[in-house]
C-alpha cells in the first residue's frame, strides 16, 4: 500500500493551558470533516515524509484516523492512499 501526504486546513481549540484539539479538517475535495472525538496526541513517526511530527489519533465519521502536525512548518496532514 503507498501512501501519500495530503496537507490540509484544520481548525483548532488552544486552551489556557497549552492543549491543541483538532475540531475539524477540510478535506482536498473541499469537504469540511469534523473530529469526533480526540483519543491520543503523542510524538510518533508518520509512513510518509515529515520533520518530527505530532500524531493525533482521531475519530472522524466514526472511524479512527491519524491527522499529523509538524511544528517546524506549521502545518498539518494526513496520510491517503494513492490511487
Do not use: H
Amino acid at each position: 500500500m503507498q501512501l501519500r501526504k495530503v496537507c490540509v486546513e484544520v481548525t483548532a481549540n488552544f486552551s489556557r493551558e497549552g492543549v491543541v484539539r483538532p475540531l475539524s479538517l477540510v478535506w482536498e475535495d473541499g469537504r469540511t470533516l469534523f473530529v469526533d472525538k480526540v483519543k491520543a496526541v503523542e510524538r510518533a513517526p508518520a509512513r510518509v515524509s515529515a520533520l518530527l511530527p505530532v500524531r493525533y489519533t482521531c475519530v472522524i465519521l466514526g472511524k479512527e484516523r491519524w491527522l499529523y502536525y509538524e511544528p517546524s512548518r506549521q502545518r498539518w496532514f494526513v496520510e491517503a492512499r494513492t490511487e
